[in-house]
């Protein structure tokens, strides 16, 4: 169906200047699904995550080529606006990154950032995305105490919330659970399956079993090339290439 | 460095040949209790059975410690699935062996009957199959895998065969007298040995259903397909 397509890349390439970190890569990400990105270190699964919200730009000396479409549209068309494109594709990093203010302001920031100014407006939707996070039980009584007072795994959720914030159709997830302890991993795997229904969401994950537990779809890097990619259920039962079953069955180099 | 996971799989493949192995001589034995009338032999894989038991228990056994520890994933996943289904047919190709040993033992007690080709025909097909079956997961072939299917209709044919031999003996042995009895009773005990012998066939096959999820991960239960290798 062509309106469940959220993300296209066709034959996308990129570099860090003479270094070609991606090769050819074209993949479609589905609407309101789990997308995770697997491979060893350095197989570019980070770097793909990051051209999708054009992250990599603030990386001097890199080069996109290929085509990389947005519901449709060519993000890397000289008159996107980059700001918009993250509004709509927000992040979340692999360490839970909090501002040092309270957690009402974390999450309201983005709000304000796009010209949210009445207090009301601002409220129901910090206490919305904290719900939508998980959240807002445990933290509704002391919202404007310091986020920094959070635990690991709250902080990352208020980290979610605060990507949430703004609404966007896709979040994207960079290794989301591997500074945390089983029990806020586990909550944060609950949590990307209640979001699929409203996001989309691509995860990248050196954890195989969080790849199998979370996503609808799998796609397996190495050395910046795309391997291959399909159901999750089928990629971890029966993968089609040797390579692909050589890596998540561990027999890899 | 070999790891350490990879160490124990090779464990559970050779726990499971050397089940394969044990079943495979119960049942010769079984048959060649039936057809040289030796009670000895029979009484051996009666006795014999209990090793068979064990070496089940040590199948799940590993196979529950490598799912829980090692979380397996894609052909090693499919290998330990296979595998402790394959020792559960082969526990069962076992019973089947002393069954057939329980009955040759009464048989030895008492002339014996005619001899009926289609029994010796099943014996022969019923040990083919488990032959083909245990090979197919040795070597990990699909086509060997699911050839044994066809097969099973050879297996079916000369029960049947048995059956209506024996019914036929048996109604020309009535009316009832003492001997004729007898007949009665040997002939149902025989019909029991070709009823096991055709279980056998079944239970082989599906160890070449087990081997073809495990080598394909396909699961070709139930289904009729035929597989074009040309």
Sequence with gaps: MENSQKFITQHLNFYYGEFKALEDISITINQNQVSALIGPSGCGKSTFLRCLNRMNDLIPGIRVEGMIRLDGEDIYAPKVDVVNLRRRVGMVFQKPNPFPKTIFENVAYGLRVNGIKDKKALKQRVEKSLKQAALWDEVKDRINESALGLSGGQQQRLCIARALAVEPDVVLMDEPASALDPIATQKIEDLIHELKENFTIIIVTHNMQQAARVSDITAFFYMGKLIETGETETLFTRPSLQQTEDYITGRFG | ?230
């Design chain 2, 1 to 230: 460095m070999e790891r350490h996971f990879i160490k124990e799989l090779d464990d559970l493949k050779m726990t499971i040949l050397n089940m394969a192995a044990l079943t495979r001589r119960a049942l010769e034995k079984a048959t060649h209790s039936y057809l040289n009338r030796d009670d000895k032999l029979a009484q051996a894989v009666i006795k014999g059975d209990k090793e068979i038991n064990d070496l089940e228990l040590q199948v799940d056994s590993i196979s529950l410690k490598l799912l829980a520890l090692e979380q397996p994933m894609a052909g090693d996943l499919r290998f330990i699935i296979g595998t402790t289904k394959i020792s559960k047919e082969l526990e069962r190709i076992a019973d089947q062996a002393v069954n057939i040993a329980e009955r040759s033992l009464f048989l030895c007690q008492h002339p014996p009957l005619n001899h009926i080709p289609a029994m010796e025909r099943l014996m022969e097909i019923a040990d083919n199959m488990l032959d083909e079956a245990i090979s197919s997961f040795v070597n990990e072939n699909f086509k060997q895998a699911i050839k044994i299917r066809q097969m099973d209709d050879m297996a079916d044919q000369a029960t049947l065969e048995v059956l209506q031999t024996l019914i036929e003996y048996m109604v020309k042995s009535t009316p009832a007298t003492e001997k004729r009895i007898l007949n009665t009773r040997r002939s149902i005990q025989t019909i029991i040995i070709s009823r096991c012998l055709e279980r056998v066939g079944d239970l082989a096959t599906n160890i070449g259903e087990h081997v073809a999820f495990i080598v394909e991960g396909v699961n070709i239960k139930h289904q009729k397909i035929d597989f074009d290798f040309s």
